[in-house]
């Protein structure tokens, strides 16, 4: 596992049925590109996180694949739809095949 | 205000290559709210003792839309990744004594209010003036037993971001006509000393130019109420010395130390240069 | 070592010459967008990119897109040396089918996005971004 790895997400803690919310992730990672060379002129090797996934009570609500072109500590803005009360899933993975996972719950208002 | 430079061989190698620009800035008349609930002063009448300008603003004012609203929310700001960081630091116990900052100092966001507001600061008992770094690594040795940290170090930058984080909206409040005077007057010294191939001392810059063009970037007054500051370019927390030190190198001249007695005291004189801004850390800049 | 006048003025030229020329579509750039789309065309409009006109450091530039109906979404940064950035696929509970991310832009260059329609078509939108070099090291 990546050192100091640590996600924060921004939920609503509760929603209307059918409400339409807006959901803020971020996690810190160094996302180093591969493109880099350190100062010896050797190449750093790629360690980023290549995918992130979120779901609401086990159905998808984004996909995300990702590529070494998003900055460090990759921060993602969207919006969801909460159909019930339940719980959000998030998980990012990383090229050294770490998973870190968070939740939260919403409910219904 | 703007003539002090003209005519030095310095001043016409550093700016041939820096193509001064025309002034404006980016967003001169907006105003920084945080969580929509934190009113930010950042521009305010000049101290008295600043006889460069009429009004003093953060540098915050100087940055592009994109940057200034990424400290609009803290969420959105990447600081609060690191404070975050300093927050399970905040809750360890390490050393000798078996203590952690919070066994004494209990909840950061209460006991730690206003402290960030008053830095750097005289210490009665040391018998100096001593930054908020100082005081972190003299309550790591003196009271926790523990091994001090490197002093512009990610731990203690991410510290000293999470101190701050109470006091944002504080005016800037740091004493300078008691015994830390002599101190003062030495950064106020350092403050107009011209340094390095460029001969260029802070007051060439960001008295005389700011809100110009430095290459593609606007100048700011180089106040120090939004430090430790998390820096797009480099994606981490970095300390005001190490911004000095940064300033200092571009000048070509040999810098400082960070924790020197030198940046202690510029840092103690800039500081007081920004008496009635707001606390504005962790900020956000280019 | 030595570099005398004529280099460095050489040296001046290309590097004013490469500031005049910002990235544009790249071979790189096209390919990716054709692995996504599978070499069909995406037409102009459907999808909308919000990017900042002029970046103040390309380490981290914010970036939105916007494509209502969409099945997936995918940003291309045509000037980097990689030109994928994202691929994003909503699925039943995306509230809408649109992202807010910040990238990296290795100089001026022009942003891409291509978005997948439900039925199989695609559509994009592009725009240039300003990078800039930083005054004191920034």
Redesign the interface.
């Known amino acids: 596992m990546a050192k100091?790895v640590?996600p924060?997400v921004?939920v609503p803690k509760s929603a209307a049925a059918g409400d339409t919310v807006t959901i803020?992730t971020?996690i810190?990672h160094?996302m180093e590109s591969g493109q880099r060379k350190d100062s010896d002129g050797a190449l750093i090797p790629r360690s980023i996180i290549n995918r992130f996934h979120v779901t609401f009570n086990g159905q998808d609500v984004i996909d995300v694949a990702i590529e070494p072109a998003v900055?460090?500590?990759p921060?993602f803005e969207f919006e969801a739809m909460i159909p019930e009360a339940g719980e959000f899933a998030f998980t990012w993975y990383d090229d050294d095949g770490s998973v870190y996972e968070t939740s939260k719950s919403v409910a219904i208002a | 205000m703007k003539t002090s430079l003209k005519g030095t061989l310095g001043m016409a190698t550093a700016f041939a290559g820096?193509a001064l620009g025309t002034g404006l800035m980016a967003g001169e008349d907006d105003n920084l709210i945080v969580n929509e609930e934190i009113e930010i002063t950042v521009r305010a009448p000049a101290p008295e003792h600043v006889d460069a300008f009429d009004t003093i603003y953060s540098g915050w004012v100087f940055?592009?839309?994109?940057?200034q609203?990424l400290q609009a929310d803290d969420?959105?700001n990447?600081a609060?990744?690191?404070v975050?960081?300093a927050i399970d630091a905040w809750n360890t116990v390490e050393g000798t004594a078996g203590k952690s900052c919070a066994s004494c100092h209990g909840d950061a966001m209460e006991s730690m209010a206003g402290v960030r507001a008053v830095y750097p600061k005289w210490n009665e008992l040391a018998g100096e003036v001593r930054t908020l770094e100082m005081q972190v690594n003299g309550c790591r040795t003196e009271q926790m037993g523990a091994e001090p940290w490197k002093y512009d170090g990610t731990d203690m930058v991410n510290m000293t971001a999470l101190i701050s984080v109470p006091s944002r909206g504080m005016p800037v409040d740091v004493s300078f006509d008691g015994p830390e005077r002599e101190m003062w007057e030495k950064g106020k010294e350092l403050y107009y000393t011209r340094t390095g191939q460029l001969e260029l001392a802070c007051a060439n810059c960001h008295e005389d130019h700011y809100g110009d063009?430095?290459?593609?970037?606007?100048?700011s007054q180089g106040q120090i109420n939004g430090f430790p500051v998390y820096?797009?370019?480099?994606?981490k927390m970095n300390s005001a010395h190490a911004r000095f030190k940064?300033?200092i190198?571009?000048t070509r001249a040999h810098t400082f130390k960070p924790g020197s007695d030198e940046f202690v005291a510029l840092e103690l004189y800039v500081a007081t240069r920004g008496n009635g801004l707001s606390v504005e850390a962790p900020s956000v800049r280019? | 070592m030595d570099l005398t006048r004529r280099d460095a003025i050489a040296l001046g030229a290309s590097a004013f010459a490469l500031t005049l020329l910002p990235f544009r579509a790249s071979a790189a750039a096209d390919d990716a967008i054709a692995a996504f789309t599978g070499g069909a065309d995406a037409a102009e409009g459907g999808v909308s990119l919000t990017t900042?006109e002029?970046?103040?450091?390309g380490?981290?530039?914010?970036v939105s897109v916007d494509a209502p109906g969409a099945v997936a979404i995918a940003i291309f940064a045509a000037g980097n040396p990689t030109p994928d950035v994202v691929t994003a696929k909503f699925g039943p509970l995306a509230a809408s089918q649109a992202l807010s991310t910040r990238i990296r832009l290795a100089g001026t260059q022009d942003v891409v996005a291509v978005a997948q329609m439900a039925d199989g078509s695609f559509v994009k939108a592009s725009n240039t971004v300003k990078v800039?070099?930083?005054?004191?090291?920034?």
Request: net charge positive; proline share 5%; charged share 30%.
């Open positions: 100091g640590k924060r921004k803020k971020l810190s160094k900055s460090t500590n921060y | 820096l940055r592009s839309d994109e940057t609203a969420f959105d990447p609060f990744v690191f975050d960081t063009m430095i290459r593609a970037d606007h100048l820096r797009l370019k480099n994606a940064g300033c190198r571009d280019n | 900042p002029i970046a103040e450091n380490n981290t530039v914010p800039t070099i930083g005054g004191c090291g920034g």
